[in-house]
């Protein structure tokens, strides 16, 4: 079992519709979540984080947190084609000097 | 415009060559990453220096060779590449090693001939 999965992809979801992302980890320990973006050919962008269960959010972004469940999930509201990128989950236990990643997932949106 | 600044952005180099990557950045950080990315992979984290000394170093090949001259700079020195090392190389930096999120550069794609 990967310490991180994501469900594969690629999505592909309408302008304006709602896409969900899913995080899965493995460590019980771990206690950081990062949803990084990037685009084809340019470097990953962290566009959330979340430590706590439940819901934060940011704009379109929403991370929801369920330790319990061990899963880790990103919805973007109203999707815009500028969305399209591959999106990258990152999980860190307390004290780890590193992030494991998941594979990513690649999302288009079609207009 | 990126907080972590990595040059050259592009290097072709032979497999005999010796070249150098490097990485600033001015945010005060004290943590900085070495990671290699192929495509359509998640970035593969190489090293991590943390108040300028070697904290992880993920089985890395000794052709690779990383090093922190001060706060704010992190190199990677390369030797005797092969063909397989042909990857983007990602410099990021975060406050402190146990810190995220972490700020990436732009990248190095590397290319070895």
């Known amino acids: 079992q990967k310490e991180v999965e994501q469900n594969s992809g690629p999505l592909s979801v309408p302008e304006g519709a709602i896409a969900s992302l899913n995080c899965t980890y493995s460590d019980r320990g771990s206690q950081s979540f990062f949803w990084y973006r990037q685009y084809s050919g340019k470097s990953p962008e962290l566009i959330m984080s979340?430590?706590?269960?439940g819901d934060k959010e940011d704009g379109r972004f929403t991370a929801q947190l369920n330790k319990a469940s061990q899963y880790v999930s990103l919805l973007i509201r109203d999707s815009q084609p500028s969305d399209s990128a591959t999106y990258l989950c990152a999980v860190k236990a307390t004290n780890a000097g590193k992030s494991t990643f998941g594979d990513g997932t690649t999302l288009t949106v079609k207009p | 415009d990126t907080e972590v600044t990595q040059t050259p952005k592009h290097l072709v180099m032979g497999m005999t060559n010796k070249k150098s990557l490097k990485c600033e950045q001015h945010m005060g950080h004290r943590a900085m990453y070495w990671y290699k990315q192929k495509a359509k992979k998640p970035p593969e984290l190489m090293f991590v220096?943390?108040?300028?000394?070697?904290?992880i170093n993920e089985s890395v090949p000794s052709r690779f060779s990383p090093e922190c001259p001060n706060s704010s700079l992190l190199n990677l020195h390369l030797h005797a590449l092969q063909p397989e090392d042909s990857a983007l190389y990602l410099c990021?930096?975060?406050?402190?090693?146990?810190?995220?999120?972490?700020?990436f550069g732009d990248g190095t794609r590397l290319s070895i001939l």
């Open positions: 990021a930096s975060s406050p402190r090693r146990d810190d995220q999120p972490q700020h």
């Open positions: 979340i430590y706590s269960n």
């Open positions: 220096y943390s108040y300028e000394k070697l904290s």
